[in-house]
């Protein structure tokens, strides 16, 4: 299984990035997907997820902000992140549960490398 995320960089507070996150190797529309995210000297916290039938759920810190959607015809998840702040900050990592064959109920679970996103004032 494999999880590459792209989309991170350098942006001003107030501004917007869409992170991507494609899988590989894994039954994609079986799969609950999530995004995860690690500040400096920090725990890695969940950020959003996104069930297979495109139920959402968030944190409490991003709601309103942040939109988790899947588009399981690319077998990619994306975390559109609008009203930046400095203090999300972090390492955002992808993160896969789900088979890696069609019909099994045997799961995975796999992550990516992560995007670094940084928030500057």
């Known amino acids: 299984v494999q999880l590459v995320e792209s989309g991170g960089g350098l942006v001003r507070a107030g501004g917007s990035l869409k992170l991507s996150c494609t899988a590989s190797g894994i039954v994609f529309k079986s799969s609950r997907m999530y995004w995860f995210r690690q500040a400096p000297g920090r725990q890695r916290d969940l950020v959003a997820d996104?069930?297979?039938?495109?139920?959402?759920n968030y944190a409490d810190s991003v709601k309103g902000r942040f939109t988790i959607s899947r588009d399981n015809t690319k077998n990619t998840v994306y975390l559109q992140v609008d009203s930046l702040k400095p203090e999300n900050t972090a390492v955002y990592y992808c993160?896969?549960?789900?088979?890696?064959?069609?019909?099994?109920?045997?799961?995975?679970?796999?992550w990516g490398q992560g995007t670094q996103v940084t928030v500057s004032t």
């Open positions: 996104i069930t297979t039938r495109g139920n959402t």
């Open positions: 993160k896969a549960v789900g088979p890696r064959v069609l019909g099994s109920t045997f799961t995975y679970t796999s």
